[in-house]
């Protein structure tokens, strides 16, 4: 026996526009959550020496050496901070897109190299390499 009712019949229907929103939040969510697992490492390196890394000079290019103290050389010759600030800027007036070789003394601290390379990206150069000379180079 079919009993009717009072109420329009109904079908059933899914919703997948709200399905839709939900996994793109749980996309963006995971997301987010796997950009800070970073994994941080460090590597020990051996920086070339000071004076493996300096046997031709082209113009174009600027080079500069840290040695185990921490000083600084344009081409061989000491400079203080400041004429290393007034030399790059100079340099970048004359050509922005010069590339800059920063080599060290193996026995270099780190702190040193990074100050360096933060004076030449402060002046505005933004080719910037780390001069490697080979193992067999090395005394």
């Keep these: 026996m079919k009993i009717n009712s009072p109420l329009p019949g109904k ?5 997948i526009i709200p399905l839709i929103d939900i996994m793109f939040f749980l996309l963006a969510a995971f997301m987010m959550a796997s950009l800070t697992l970073v994994r941080l490492q460090s ?3 051996d920086l070339p020496t000071a004076t493996a890394a300096h ?14 103290k921490g000083d600084v ?8 901070t400041g004429e290393l ?4 800027a100079h340099q970048f007036q004359l050509n922005p897109n010069a ?36 193992p067999s180079a090395e005394p």
């Design 11 to 15: 079908k059933a229907r899914l919703e």
């Design 43 to 45: 590597i020990k390196m």
């Design 55 to 68: 046997r031709d000079f082209k113009p174009d290019i600027i080079h500069l050496a840290v040695d185990r």
């Design 73 to 80: 050389f344009i081409e061989r010759r000491a400079v203080t």
């Design 85 to 88: 600030n007034a030399y790059l």
């Design 99 to 134: 590339p800059v070789y920063i080599s060290g003394d193996k026995d270099a601290r780190h702190g040193s190299m990074i100050r360096v390379l933060d004076l030449v990206r402060r002046a505005g150069l933004q080719k910037v390499a780390f001069a490697v000379a080979p």
